[in-house]
């Protein structure tokens, strides 16, 4: 049952790190689109 419950919060927690990471990638690619949009409106 421990066993169980430790392997479930483990998981939960690498998924949480999965998606920040994903989250953090999109942000940085918006803020490089954003950057390269404003240099051409330049």
């Not at 999965?18 to 950057?35: A, D």
């Amino acid at each position: 049952m421990l066993k169980a419950y430790y392997f479930l919060k483990i998981t939960n927690i690498k998924l949480k790190y999965e998606h920040e990471n994903k989250r953090q990638k999109i942000n940085r690619n918006v803020t490089l689109v954003n950057k390269s949009s404003i240099i051409i409106k330049k």
